[in-house]
């Protein structure tokens, strides 16, 4: 599954319904609504059945147009720092700097709003890391390796998400409760764009 700019949703109903994170997640939040709570226990009620579905379809439509548009924003920042790097005029450069410091916020967003989404499904999971330190630069510096490892923690964050709900069978790895799992690596790429985004002045 592809995240990229311009990526296409499936036609068909998405096998991650049956995902047994999320039916188990918006289940759930069923048992909190009493006016379902007495309904469906020691059976399979079709009608409740019928409406996790339409919940898990409407997050991960959420979800994957969020992953979409950080990979946009993250794109913009990468193509605006070719611009100021090939310096072909003054003006040129102001702007690009312009669209590389708003494409940084738009990253910071985009990763926000992923990161809340995948924190409150998956609960047991670590959600924050440590930042590396990021020494100030000159002025107008791009912070290029720091950029490189937004990128890094951006594509880790996309395998993690598919590999546990873009997918029927998906369970816990305990690795992920020790080292860094998705919502560590979505952290970090906010909270390094923030960072950089501030730097720069």
């Known amino acids: 599954m592809s995240f990229a700019p311009g990526a296409q949703e499936e036609e068909d109903p998405p096998p991650a319904r049956q995902n047994p994170i999320l039916r188990a997640h918006f289940r759930r939040q069923l048992v909190n ?9 020691g059976r399979r009620d079709p009608f409740l059945e019928d409406y996790i ?7 991960l439509s959420e979800l994957r147009e969020k992953l ?8 913009q920042v990468e193509q605006a720092q070719e611009t100021i790097l090939q310096g072909s005029s003054e003006q ?14 738009g990253v910071q967003d985009e990763a926000g709003d ?11 999971l670590k959600d924050k890391g440590d930042l590396k330190l990021v020494e100030p630069q000159e002025p107008g510096s791009l912070y290029e390796q720091e950029t490189q490892f937004i990128g ?12 546990y709900l873009f997918r029927v069978e998906s369970v816990i790895q305990l690795e992920d409760l020790k080292e ?13 764009a923030k960072k950089i985004r501030k730097l720069s002045g």
């Not at 609504?33 to 226990?41: D, E, L, M, V, Y």
């Not at 040129?92 to 916020?105: E, H």
């Open 33 to 41: 609504i009493r006016s379902f709570g007495a309904r469906g226990r």
């Open 53 to 59: 579905d339409r919940q898990i379809d409407h997050y």
């Open 68 to 75: 979409v548009d950080l990979n946009t924003h993250f794109a």
């Open 92 to 105: 040129a450069i102001r702007q690009a700097r312009v669209q590389w410091r708003n494409a940084l916020k």
């Open 114 to 124: 992923a990161w809340n989404m995948l924190r409150f499904v998956l609960t047991v």
């Open 152 to 163: 890094e923690q951006i594509g880790k964050a996309e395998k993690r998400i598919t590999a």
């Open 180 to 192: 860094a799992n998705m919502l560590i690596h979505l952290y970090l790429a906010r909270e390094m």
